[in-house]
C-alpha cells in the first residue's frame, strides 16, 4: 500500500484511480512547526487520484485535532480541522487559465509529487490564520 510519504507521479496515480489513507504525524510536517505548538494529535487524510472531464483530479480530505498558539496570549488551543479540496493536475501556468473554477490547481511540472507535501498544503491553509481563544476567559493573559 501507498505511503503518504512517497514520492509518485500523479499522473499515472490518477489513471489508476489510486488511494492513499493515512495517519499525518503533524511533527513530519515541517512547515506547521511554526504554527503549532505542540505537534501532538495527528490527523487523518484520504488522496484519492482519479479522472474526470479529461482532467486527472485529487480529491484531498483531511480530519483531525491540531493544536495551535493562540496569538493574543500564546495560550493553546486545541482545534478541529475538517477540510476537503478538489484539485486538478496542471503542466504548467498556462494550463491554469483553462481550468474550471470548481477545481484549485496543483502544478505539476515534473510528474512527481510527494503526497505529504500536498497534505501539508491544506492542513496550512485550513489553519486559521489568526487564532484566538474563542472566550476571552481563556487567554491566560487577560485572566492575569
Ligand atoms: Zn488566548
Given at each position: 500500500m501507498l505511503q503518504l510519504t512517497e514520492i509518485i507521479d500523479p499522473w499515472n496515480a490518477a489513471e489508476q484511480n489510486t488511494i492513499i489513507t493515512g495517519n499525518c504525524e503533524?511533527?513530519?510536517?515541517?512547515?506547521?512547526s511554526g504554527m503549532?505548538?505542540?505537534?501532538?494529535g495527528n490527523v487523518q487524510c484520504k488522496v484519492r487520484f482519479f479522472q474526470e472531464n479529461y482532467r486527472h483530479c485529487i480529491t484531498v480530505q483531511i480530519w483531525g485535532t491540531v493544536h495551535v498558539a493562540?496569538?493574543?496570549?500564546l495560550g493553546l488551543i486545541e482545534t478541529s480541522l475538517k477540510t476537503e479540496v478538489l484539485l486538478a493536475l496542471v503542466a504548467?501556468?498556462?494550463a491554469m487559465d483553462t481550468l474550471p473554477n470548481i477545481y484549485e490547481p496543483l502544478i505539476v511540472m515534473d510528474r512527481k509529487i510527494k503526497v505529504l507535501n500536498i497534505v501539508e498544503d491544506e492542513i496550512l491553509l485550513a489553519l486559521p490564520d489568526f487564532p484566538v481563544?474563542?472566550?476571552?476567559?481563556?487567554?491566560v493573559i487577560i485572566n492575569n
Open positions: 503533524l511533527s513530519q510536517l515541517p512547515r506547521l503549532v505548538i505542540e505537534p501532538t493562540c496569538q493574543r496570549c504548467n501556468y498556462a481563544h474563542e472566550i476571552d476567559k481563556d487567554c
